[in-house]
């Protein structure tokens, strides 16, 4: 397929740059006094991915003509305030599986989870720093603040019915485009690039943010949860308020309010449920609305490249838009 091949394009593309991130992250996870620090962080790191944000920011700077290091530094920084914020995401979402195998905090403990979270911040803060600029410090930092944030609120809407998608995607946002708008961003910006086109990649980064999040709500309760490390329904069980069943309950009737109100609000989940829940998403059009909107967000990143000038990673990148929301077919 031509999107999945534009991601493996855009691998193959920057696979020197990449090598370098990735010798550049081994040596900075290194800890002299605390062996267990790297022991988490290789589990997590050595559990695969995609990478998905490094290459982002390998990508938009190489676009722009970035001749230098520091995309290097940016990507692994980037890297590892994602791996900080799953290893923090699983403690808090009490998860036990992450990309197909044990989670951190179930191998070692929470507490260990969060504070090696913590440490890869501060490496992350470092590396920033390195680069010598304050504009993309605070973008990272603010993107670092706006990921906090959003944990937060999506705590504070955690099993509340009455979220709305206004809400729901200000959580996206905050959890899941912020760090991807960021990482495009700064590629534009250790460039020396003008600010509309800075300001054209950040917005990419937002909408391929969006669309990715969309389509892992999508998934969760498509069948092909697997794909993701997950069990169908895991959602469900968790008791998120993700867009296909904010949807779903805004077109309820009375019995299958009642039906989220149990579930969902109260928590009192019997066999059977995680089925009943997809009958509704499926009878409300709940779930096709999602994979629409995904697309929408998708097409809305392709869009958002348009000034920026032409390039093969340009026309890649917005390739990559395909592959975003190609993981649920």
């Known amino acids: 397929m031509a999107d999945r091949g534009a991601f493996a394009e855009i691998q193959h ?101 969060v504070l090696v979270g913590d440490y890869l911040f501060s490496r992350s803060f470092q590396l920033m720093v390195e680069c010598g600029s304050l504009q993309i410090l605070d973008i990272l930092a603010n993107a670092s603040a706006t990921i906090a944030e959003g944990e937060v609120l999506q705590l504070t809407a955690a099993q509340d019915i009455s979220t709305t998608e206004a809400t729901y995607l200000q959580v996206v946002r905050g959890k899941t485009a912020a760090l991807m708008a960021a990482a495009c961003e700064v590629g534009g910006v250790v460039a020396g690039r003008p600010e509309a086109e800075c300001t054209a990649l950040r917005a990419y980064g937002d909408a391929l943010g969006i669309a990715f999040q969309m389509t892992d709500d999508y998934l969760d309760y498509s069948g092909a949860a697997a794909s993701l490390g997950k069990n169908t329904g895991d959602d469900f069980r968790e008791r998120k308020l993700t867009l296909p069943v904010i949807r779903a309950i805004a077109a309820a009737d009375d019995t299958a309010r009642a039906f989220w109100s149990r579930t969902i609000a109260d928590g ?27 697309l929408d967000w998708a097409a809305k990143a392709r869009a958002a490249l348009a000034p920026l000038p032409a390039h093969r990673l340009r026309d890649l990148l917005a390739d990559l838009t395909d592959f975003v929301v190609a993981r649920a077919v």
């Open 13 to 113: 593309e920057l696979a020197e740059d990449m090598a370098k991130v990735n010798t550049l992250i081994a040596a900075r996870m290194a800890s002299e006094h605390a062996p267990r620090i790297p022991q988490v962080t290789q589990h997590l790191v050595g559990a695969g991915g995609k990478r998905l944000r490094p290459l982002l920011t390998l990508a938009t700077a190489r676009m722009c003509g970035y001749g230098g290091d520091d995309h290097i530094k940016l990507a692994a920084t980037v890297e590892f305030i994602h791996t900080a914020t799953l290893l923090h995401d699983d403690v808090v979402d009490e998860s036990a599986q992450r990309r197909g195998r044990p989670s951190a905090n179930l191998l070692w403990d929470n507490q260990t989870s």
């Open 268 to 294: 009192k989940q019997r066999e059977g449920d995680v089925e009943q829940a997809m009958d509704y998403l499926a009878s409300t059009g709940a779930l096709a609305d999602t994979r629409r909107a995904a």
